[in-house]
């Protein structure tokens, strides 16, 4: 009996060992294979230095043409929207009123002259009268005063004779500056005048060359005042339909103050324009390049983010996946330029990322 029982515990044991070495067999042969990944190895290399910002197109003279006289607005001498030189006829307003006002202070002053005249001679007459002693000290006095006050009603006549004459020439309106001109804001027929509403009858916009206003934050200012010793920096723009601009520009205005509510800076640049390609009022993406860098760049696409920030996935010295938080700059085409977290030499793992898991067991292969 006691034989029996030896004999079925040996079984038993040689069972249950059997059965774990089957199923640590199938365990190990269970284990996932390691994951294929491409992989770069990253080393600095030159970059642009790009501020990006958003701004708005303007001309770089805006003028607002405005009536100096009363009157009646006759004659509209231009086609709404079409480029002006300076000095071109715009508007004609009545000049007949002025006409009439000028011919009368003409002979006010022909008057006055006259009366000059004969104050001047009255005087002459009496002062020989008073070396005779044939007339008082008094008489002789008051006549080189008439002749004084004369005199001044004389300039005061030519005064008004100017004025007269400076309003009969703001009857034509011509265009101050060559550029585009706006629409008419007053009719034919309309009554003008240059207190109120009415004085303004149209704009004009110098569109070559073009301002874009824009503004850069605070810290991105003092890199580019750092870096704009070295060499003038290089505008460029992108317009909205995300074409290029033909023509780079330059920087003509940057501000000595910083925004207290939004902590930017204003800047101006100024750009060729000559076939109109942008119109005032347009907003465009300005790209500010202040030279060259050395810098780590990896491709977009192997950037990725979480609730901590941006972070790419990096070949450890095990060969395993591991997360790499970052800290990235500006694009450059289609990568990205990592300003830290990275060091050259490096291994970035640049596809199957949405199957990584930090440990994950990967065999690298160089990408493309």
């Known amino acids: 009996m006691t ?47 790009v501020f990006e910002s958003v701004g708005r197109t303007e001309g770089s003279r805006e003028v607002q043409v405005r009536a100096r006289v009363s009157g009646i607005l006759e004659q509209q001498l231009y086609a709404e929207g079409e480029p002006v030189h300076a000095g071109k006829a715009l508007f004609r307003i009545e000049r007949a009123p ?71 020439s703001y009857t034509a309106v011509d265009a101050p500056i060559g550029g585009i001109t706006g629409r008419a804001q007053q009719s034919i027929g309309s ?8 004085s ?26 750092a870096r704009g ?15 290029p601009y033909g023509s780079s520009g330059r920087l003509n205005f940057s501000g000595s103050t910083v925004d207290s509510t939004l902590g930017t800076v204003q800047m101006r640049a100024e750009f060729p324009n000559s076939k109109l390609q942008i119109l005032p009022g347009q907003y465009v993406k300005v790209q500010v390049i202040a030279g060259n860098q050395p810098a780590i760049v990896v491709p977009q696409s192997a950037v990725l983010q979480n609730e901590t920030g941006r972070f790419v996935w990096v070949l450890d010295a095990q060969g395993k996946a591991a997360q790499r938080n970052i800290k990235a700059g500006n694009w450059v085409g ?35």
């Open 98 to 168: 002025f006409e009439i006002d000028l011919q009368q202070q003409r002979a006010a002053l022909a008057q006055e002259t006259a009366r000059q005249e004969l104050a001047k001679q009255e005087s002459e007459r009496l002062k020989s009268l008073v070396d005779r002693r044939a007339i008082s000290q008094k008489e002789a006095d008051q006549a080189a005063s008439a002749l004084q006050q004369s005199a001044a009603a004389v300039q005061m006549a030519q005064a008004r004779v100017r004025q007269s004459e400076l309003n009969l």
């Open 229 to 243: 010793t070295k060499q003038a920096p290089e505008v460029k723009l992108e317009l909205a339909d995300g074409s």
């Open 334 to 368: 289609k990568d990205w330029v990592v300003l830290d977290g990275l060091k050259p030499g490096e291994n970035v793992i640049v596809d199957n990322l949405v199957r990584l898991r930090p440990g994950t067991q990967v065999q690298p292969k160089t990408a493309g």
């Open 3 to 49: 034989d029996k029982i030896h004999y079925f515990l040996c079984c038993s044991l040689a069972a249950v060992l059997a059965g774990c070495t089957e199923g640590g067999a199938k365990q190990q042969s269970s284990a996932p294979p390691a994951l294929t990944v491409a992989v770069i190895q990253v080393a600095p290399r030159e970059v642009p230095v």
């Open 191 to 198: 009554l003008v005048s240059p207190a109120a509403d009415s």
């Open 200 to 225: 303004l009858l149209t704009t004009l916009v110098k569109t070559d060359p073009l301002w874009v206003r824009f503004a850069l934050s605070e810290a991105e200012f003092a890199r580019l005042r």
